[in-house]
């Protein structure tokens, strides 16, 4: 049968189905150690079985918080800026190459902080999970309220954020990895200002690609630095595996390329007004932007890992901000991102090393999409599409299989 590749989704929110005891579908636990292993089936011979004791995907630490002061710029008033970022370190943890989830906050670049409701209940639910998470700094402030000023303004975040970056790998470089990262797994995205943030630095590589916008002052970046800026921690990479975003968008999603960063996810409202679901104009300022839809729709051309979660009808950053959330939607900010995340833990792994157990099931199997829907059934698992997708057998019985 043909099964969709599950990559893309326009869902409001639907409930999980149960799995024998009615429980929320979740990785079977297999000891009190976590780690991440494949299972082979001996009857099929192809695809992969992944089961785990819920490390990145159930919540199983406790963590702390640590602040540092990850670089230095000037701000708009001239005078130097010290940058911070709050790092959520899983604590008791023996696993020492884990993914890291950089999360920036939204504000239009006027308003902000990392310690914003959103960003950082993100980075406690993620740090929960086996991941170290991040919250930073970036400069804020725009000169004047016209488009040519906001586009410098994000691009001050651009090169904050693309220190930050850099500052993850001098810290493995340099410092004998305090934090326990695998910077082969970066995975950057926001809210809104932040999501704009973490898409051009994703996708943005020089100051002629800004020129394509008449209202971007390529002089200004140019002086500033260029793409990658002054912000601190030279002469390593900012380069990151994957970029997420939440009511965001993009001036020109033209830019976006597989030899660039090669999986984007986005969230995104169709009655968003602020930043336009497909395409439009910000309401404060006369600047053409493209939101969640567009930029999957390019990222699918283009042959990216992709995914889309629409809200119907929601408005701009549904999930809550920066003083309050709003639980229902951030419920599903957690189910879509906790999946993809799971994904990209396998696709950008340099650092894996699989123990390997034989099991048996018999099919056929109900194949169950990320966000809990029915959505086929197999005899076989060489019969799936490459992607994450969970079994369930005539008994009940749930695996998450990962298929190459």
């Known amino acids: ?11 409001r929110r639907s409930s999980h189905p149960p799995c024998d005891d009615g429980k929320t579908l979740s990785a079977p636990p297999i000891g009190h150690r976590s ?12 695809g992969w079985l992944l089961a785990q004791s819920g490390r990145y995907w159930d919540s199983l630490f406790t963590y702390r918080v640590e602040t540092v ?31 890291v989830i950089v999360l920036l906050f939204g504000g239009g670049y006027i308003s902000g902080s990392r310690n914003d409701s959103d960003v950082t209940y993100l980075a406690r639910y993620f ?71 973490a898409l051009h630095a994703a996708y943005v590589t020089s100051p002629a690609e800004l020129a394509q916008v008449p209202q971007a002052d390529t002089a200004y970046v140019r002086s500033q630095g260029g793409i990658e800026g002054r912000s601190g921690n030279p002469g390593y990479s900012s380069q990151f595996a994957a970029v997420f975003s939440l009511s965001g968008g993009m001036l020109k999603t033209d830019w976006i390329s597989s030899a660039k960063v090669s999986a984007v996810v ?17 309401p404060f300022i006369a600047l053409e932007v493209e939101g ?27 999930y809550g901000g920066q003083q309050s959330l709003n639980p229902p939607y951030m419920s599903d900010v957690e189910t879509f991102l906790r999946y993809h995340f799971y994904q990209w833990n396998s696709r950008f792994s340099t650092s894996l ?52």
């Open 69 to 99: 002061q990850y670089g230095t710029a000037q701000n708009l008033y001239g005078s130097s800026q010290d940058l911070q970022a709050s790092f959520y370190l899983p604590e008791n943890d023996p696993e020492t190459r884990r993914p």
């Open 353 to 404: 090393t699989p123990a390997f157990q034989t099991e048996t099931f018999a099919g056929p199997f109900e194949v169950i999409g990320w966000d809990g829907r029915r959505v086929g059934t197999v005899d076989r698992v060489n019969e799936l599409p490459s992607g994450l997708w969970l079994l369930r057998s005539p008994q009940g019985h749930c695996r998450r299989v990962l298929r190459p």
């Open 127 to 197: 740090a929960k999970r086996g991941y170290v998470t991040a919250t930073i700094d970036y400069r804020i402030g725009v000169a004047f309220p016209t488009a040519t000023e906001w586009i410098n303004a994000g691009i001050r975040a651009v090169h904050d954020l693309k220190a930050f970056v850099r500052f993850l790998k001098r810290s493995v470089a340099e410092q004998n990895n305090p934090y326990g990262i695998d910077t082969s797994r970066i995975y950057v995205g926001g809210s809104s200002a932040g999501a704009f943030t």
């Open 266 to 282: 986005a969230m995104h409202g169709t009655g968003d007004n602020i930043v336009s679901y497909k395409k439009g104009t910000l």
């Open 292 to 318: 969640g839809y567009n930029i999957d729709s390019v990222a699918a051309e283009r042959g990216l890992y992709h995914a889309l979660f629409t809200w119907q009808g929601a408005g701009h950053v549904p």
């Open 35 to 46: 780690y991440l292993w494949k299972v082979r089936y001996t009857w099929l011979g192809l």
């Open 1 to 11: 049968m043909a099964l969709p590749v599950p990559r893309q989704t326009a869902a």
